[in-house]
């Protein structure tokens, strides 16, 4: 059985030469087709030795603080910027190679990887603006570490080959070997709450293929085997917004796929499908609002749970691996040091009136006569905008046409009490928010 060795303290991790970057700016206007609106943050394609650098991970702590993470012709790449991408350095972190970077709040954080001189991943802590004295555990060969997850403050959950788990409940102060009790690979982890987590998995190799959906309890302990996909199907991403209701992504035989489940991964439909290309990583930013990105620049978004996805123009034909969310922004990057840059159409407030959407929420209450309530969003809304009802099992119940001055009149006949999420509007001017109907 493998055991983690006691934790040791790296010994240096400089700053290297700065990065010329800029800030996003305002994007485009409102329009009823999906027309580009991401922008691309200069960054360099190639390290100092001329190999191509290819970004495979993205966290932020707030909008200003950052790190990129990846390899260039398999040695470590990490850049960390404190001006919100404007500019960014390189950190010497030979001879690790981070797989997942995880920034949390005053840019502390955590990052995983293998190591490029012995067969051994590593877990570590990241202390921003003193990169001397970040810390890492080292895991005995060969297991290396995929993934790691943040259940909560304390707890740490990393995952990797052959099946093996590594996890902490104390910040790392001790350490837990566990197992999935099976021999595949694991290469994805997420956990929707602190007691339910899942992962993708596939059999174990030089490069795994995942095609399983593995699911946990809490600080990853006692796993059970949620779903197997066929063989021709390779998943690339996993996201899940609550324990039962989750996407993955990835690719089969006639090309990209995206599945979903209402059931904690019982049972899996097909949402999407391509011809073309395949989808490495999806995140959510809330309930409704998702993206999955992919080869080619292909960058898709959802607006309903996961119910139906469109493309949208990334200005890229880079391969993009990692995505996260960082305060009113979403970003990617891929290959050749790709860094792309969105604003989130969610994070346009709602202007306050009609039945209160100061928080972009409004209270439903039966009218004593008509069965019907008007909703106004205090903004004009592009022709043809329909405000969509979605229950907690991510299912779409009731549709309802708004007119060009942003009213909505909702029918309650048929709607049963409780909290419904809504998406209003007409593709890059749609708004979400939730609706307690009584």
């Known amino acids: 059985m493998h055991t983690l060795l006691s934790r040791t303290a790296i010994a240096r991790a400089q700053r290297g030469c700065s990065i010329a970057g800029i800030l996003a700016c305002c994007l485009g206007a409102a329009s009823s087709v999906a027309t580009a609106q991401w922008q691309t943050i200069p960054f360099p394609q190639t390290d100092a030795h001329g190999q191509e650098i290819r970004l495979s991970t993205i966290s932020f702590s707030g909008g200003s603080v950052g790190y990129a993470g990846g390899e260039a012709n398999s040695s470590g790449v990490v850049a960390t910027t404190h001006d919100g991408g404007a500019t960014w350095s390189f950190i010497d972190v030979d001879p ?21 001189d012995i067969e051994a991943g590593f877990i570590g802590k990241i202390l921003d603006g003193q990169e001397d004295n970040w810390e890492f555990w080292y895991t005995a060969p060969p297991v290396y570490v995929a993934d790691i997850a943040t259940p909560n403050a304390n707890t740490i959950v990393a995952v990797g080959d052959s099946g093996h788990v590594i996890a902490t409940t104390d910040g790392g102060k001790n350490w837990l070997l566990r197992s999935t009790n099976r021999s595949e690979s694991l290469q994805q982890i997420v956990f929707p709450n602190s007691a339910t987590g899942y992962a993708l998995a596939g059999a174990p190799g030089a490069e795994v293929q995942p095609n399983l959906v593995m699911k946990c309890g809490e600080a990853g302990a006692d796993w059970t085997l949620a779903y197997q996909f066929p063989a021709t199907t390779m998943l690339g991403g996993i996201a899940f917004t609550s324990p039962e209701i989750g996407v993955v992504v990835g690719k089969d035989e006639n090309g990209p796929v995206i599945l979903k489940t209402a059931n904690g ?51 890229s034909t880079k391969d993009l691996f990692g995505i996260c969310k960082a ?47 008007r909703i106004q969003l205090g903004e004009a809304m592009p022709q043809g905008s329909e405000l969509t009802l979605i229950d907690l099992l991510g299912r779409t119940v009731a549709q309802f046409p ?24 007409s593709g890059e001017q749609s708004r979400t928010g939730t609706v307690v109907v009584r």
């Open 96 to 116: 690790l190679v981070p797989t997942r970077i995880i920034l949390q709040s005053e840019g502390m954080g955590y990052l995983c990887g293998r190591r490029t």
């Open 327 to 373: 305060g009113n922004s979403l970003w990617v990057v891929g290959t050749s040091g790709t860094v792309l840059k969105r604003a989130l159409p969610s994070a346009a407030p709602l202007t306050e009136g009609g039945i209160g959407l100061a928080t972009r929420s409004a209270l439903i209450a039966p009218h004593p006569v008509e069965s019907v309530s």
């Open 265 to 315: 991964g019982a049972e899996w439909k097909q949402v999407y499908h391509s011809k073309w290309g395949q989808l490495t990583n999806v995140q959510f930013v809330n309930q409704t609002e998702g993206y999955a990105v992919g080869t080619g620049g292909l960058i898709l978004r959802t607006m309903d749970a996961g119910e139906s996805w469109t493309a949208e123009e990334s200005g």
């Open 402 to 425: 708004v007119d060009p001055e942003g009213n909505a009149v909702i029918d309650r006949s048929g709607l049963a009490a409780g909290l419904y999420q809504f998406v209003v509007g």
